[in-house]
């Protein structure tokens, strides 16, 4: 399971992470300049909180409703957990590519590294470790 999980895991990453190489490749050598963008005032805000969102938010939220959808079986299944695990990863590995794109608009600094730290948190916090898969098991009582 853990196996399957970082599989996944690396598939989502993977691209955002050459999507950095390229980008930041692209503009040393200046063959994009995006630069500021005309509705960056509107922009940089809305991508710094999609990013917490993404991050902090929703990986909360769908914990919770997956606990509560649970709360009445005695155990749970590998295979629904392996469900779960699956969705949590697709949803919290947005956040890289929302930084993506911050980094891609040259946002201001403060909301450029704000989405940087949010895409870090979610990517070191909710990597599937064998620690971690097995607290969940534990706690979700899988059989």
Known sequence: MTDELRRTYFT???PAVIGFIVV??????????????KFQELLAPLL???SVVFAIALPIFFRTLFAHNIRDQKSVS???LL???RSFLHIVLVTPYVTL???VFALPR????????MALYA???YYPSRKRIQFERRIFRVK
């Open 101 to 103: 794109s911050a980094y």
């Open 83 to 85: 469900r779960f695990e």
């Open 12 to 14: 989502l990453l993977i």
């Open 110 to 117: 403060f909301h450029l590294a704000g989405t940087v730290l």
């Open 48 to 50: 710094f909180v999609l």
């Open 24 to 37: 930041y490749v692209a503009k040393a050598l200046h063959l994009i300049d995006l630069g500021p963008i």
């Open 78 to 80: 590998e295979a629904a």
């Open 123 to 125: 990517v070191y916090y």
